[in-house]
């Protein structure tokens, strides 16, 4: 059996985005920039998919600035918001396990003189509302905190955030990374108070190399990429229309009743690992259903994950984006080295079963007494 429970890294791109890829690759190639006719059906398609992508999250369509994907709409916010508001104030506040993309583009604030505040989470991998109400001040013009995080499923307070950025009456603006969240949890960043929010399609049966950036109306955001009228000057280029189409295509066929299945084969593997020696689960009670992290202490993730690929099961030890290096997330949690080293993570989708969850816990039953064997 073949199993697959690494969709935190990318999932499986589901039927009607390809075929929807396929369609706009080979009838529908137009520059949607160009004046005739076959540049104008280009330009319906992304403006279709541009309004499908707006309607997902109760947005407007003229709120919706389609990227490369994730890490770009993340580049975009933080360093386009921080640029538009530096007369307001000088701190940027972040969170410590934020993805990689949010983590480079604070540093890069730093070197440009910008203060930045990296709040530690607690035990359970959250970030504490009355720690960002306390490095919150009237200085602050972006607080950044992901929904979901990509290592370990923690919900973090995000619906909060708003809130606290008013009553501290600061200038500043909220930006949400929910490239985990998007699909699997029912989005609003009008209601969340959110003002901008990072989304990627290949996290939820779309392709690679798409992306979009919600900037909620009224919020300036400077460009870091120039060149072309393209999407108000926001994020210029030619449209890549065949992915653009096909992560519309995706997003429609998001099931948000999936998450019960899902849980249920989380909540399978949680008890399958809790009567294995030396198992402990990283991911906090209430974590995302899509996303379990646990570790095999005494046993480096690199070895049970070659293990595993042996038995044609795929996971992952943390973040793809990390390409090995230690988690950073387990770190800022305070899990011992031992623990941090020896880190899974099992991430699934709507297409995961209770077989592939049987026979993952078997395998990792026998390659634990394996690999301790040796």
């Known amino acids: 059996m073949q199993v697959y429970f690494d969709n935190s890294s990318t999932t499986a791109v589901c039927k009607a985005a390809a075929d929807k890829a396929y369609e706009m690759m080979i009838s529908c190639y137009g520059n949607p920039s160009s004046l005739h006719s076959f540049g104008l059906e280009a330009e319906r398609e992304v403006e279709s998919a541009r309004s499908t992508i707006a309607k997902s999250l109760g947005a407007s369509d003229r709120e919706i600035f389609f990227t ?3 890490t770009e709409a993340n580049n975009l916010a933080v360093l386009g918001a921080a640029q538009s508001r530096r007369r307001l104030g000088n701190r940027v506040v972040t969170s410590a396990i934020e993805h990689s993309s949010v983590l480079e583009s604070c540093k890069e604030l730093e070197r440009r003189g910008v203060e930045v505040v990296y709040l530690n989470p607690d035990e359970n991998g959250k970030v504490k509302i009355e720690d960002l109400e306390s490095a919150i001040d009237e200085k602050t013009i972006l607080v950044s905190l992901m929904a979901v995080n990509n290592e370990t499923g923690a919900v973090q307070p995000y619906d909060k955030v708003g809130r606290v ?6 200038p500043a603006v909220f930006h949400c990374d929910c490239v985990q969240a998007y699909g699997k949890l029912r989005l609003n960043p009008e209601r969340a108070g959110i003002d901008l929010l990072s989304v990627s399609a290949h996290k939820l049966h ?16 400077s460009p870091q990429h120039f060149g072309g009228e393209q999407q108000g000057k926001i994020r210029p280029g030619t449209e890549p229309v065949p992915l653009i189409a096909a992560f519309a295509a995706a997003v429609k066929e998001t099931d948000y009743s999936a998450a019960d299945e899902v849980a249920k084969i989380r ?35 690199e070895t049970m994950l070659h293990c595993l690929a042996e038995r044609e099961i795929y996971v992952s030890s943390g973040s793809a984006c990390a390409k090995g290096k230690p988690s950073h997330v387990l770190t800022a949690m ?10 899974i993570r099992a991430s699934f989708s709507k297409y995961s079963t209770l077989e592939q969850a049987q026979y993952f816990c078997e395998a990792i039953s ?9």
Do not use: H, M
């Open 68 to 70: 490369s994907g994730g």
């Open 165 to 170: 950025i008013k009553r501290k009456k600061a």
């Open 206 to 221: 779309g392709p690679k190399g798409v992306g979009a950036l919600y900037i909620k109306r009224g919020v300036r955001v």
């Open 267 to 301: 909540d399978y593997i949680k008890s399958q690992l809790s009567q294995l020696e030396r198992v402990y689960v990283n991911s906090p009670d209430d974590a995302l259903a899509y996303i379990l992290n646990f570790s095999v202490e005494g046993i480096r993730s």
């Open 334 to 343: 305070g899990l011992s080295k031992a623990r941090a080293d020896s880190a």
């Open 366 to 374: 026998q390659a634990t007494k394996e690999l301790v064997r040796r």
